[in-house]
T-cell receptor, first 112, second 110 residues
Framework: NAGVTQTPKFRILKIGQSMTLQCTQD?????MYWYRQDPGMGLKLIYY???????DKGEVPNGYNVSRSTTEDFPLRLELAAPSQTSVYFC???????????FGDGTRLSIL | KQEVTQIPAALSVPEGENLVLNCSFT??????LQWFRQDPGKGLTSLLLIQSSQREQTSGRLNASLDKSSGRSTLYIAASQPGDSATYLCAVRDTDKLIFGTGTRLQVFP
């Protein structure tokens, strides 16, 4: 029972580099979400998707892009990494809005 | 704009105590409210979800209440144990998004 799987678990990037954070879920959930969590703060929504081919912006989308070509995968891309994007990134999924979301263990990203 | 606040930010109690964590939100037009647990280095685990039409939910030693009109929720933990040590986050569903509080870091010592 894998649930929501995020890779990598840790990554250090240089300013200006790009990378993709991977997120896969095996529960056939339609809804998927990307959050960032800064130290001592709650989670803030970056992007979300209500199904394959559909994505929408959350509270803090600037500097990020997403795609949702399949139900299982929801990758998050950073095109030009900036120090302000140093954070812990969480992916989550749920079958619908009214039920709890399932979270991955997070990707800890440092940009130096 | 919906804002969610949790008080206290940190709490340290001896094992066996009953305790209450507080969550307040500024806009009462919510769909539901959830309480999560976060262990260090891990993701979030959903503990309880209260629909906007409900007043409380219970799971084992946990009881969560919701008062929409006053914009408040409480998480009651009975007979706390060291294994309850974690950060507890509340989140309100605002249309299709979850708005999170900053959490209460709980330590239960033997």
């Amino acid at each position: 029972n894998a649930g929501v799987t995020q890779t990598p678990k840790f990554r250090i990037l240089k300013i200006g580099q790009s990378m993709t954070l991977q997120c896969t879920q095996d529960m056939n959930h339609n809804y998927m979400y990307w959050y960032r969590q800064d130290p001592g703060m709650g989670l803030k929504l970056i992007y979300y998707s209500v199904g394959a081919g559909i994505t929408d912006k959350g509270e803090v989308p600037n500097g990020y892009n997403v795609s949702r070509s399949t139900t299982e995968d929801f990758p998050l891309r950073l095109e030009l990494a900036a120090p302000s994007q140093t954070s812990v990134y969480f992916c989550a999924s749920s079958p619908s809005h009214g039920v709890p979301q399932h979270f991955g263990d997070g990707t800890r990203l440092s940009i130096l | 704009k919906q804002e969610v606040t949790q008080i206290p930010a940190a709490l340290s109690v001896p094992e066996g105590e009953n305790l209450v964590l507080n969550c307040s939100f500024t806009d009462s037009a919510i769909y539901n409210l959830q309480w999560f647990r976060q262990d260090p280095g891990k993701g979030l685990t959903s503990l309880l979800l209260i629909q906007s039409s409900q007043r409380e939910q219970t799971s084992g030693r946990l009881n969560a209440s919701l008062d929409k009109s006053s914009g408040r929720s409480t998480l009651y933990i009975a007979a706390s144990q060291p294994g309850d040590s974690a950060t507890y986050l509340c989140a309100v569903r605002d249309t299709d998004k979850l708005i999170f509080g900053t959490g209460t870091r709980l330590q239960v010592f033997p």
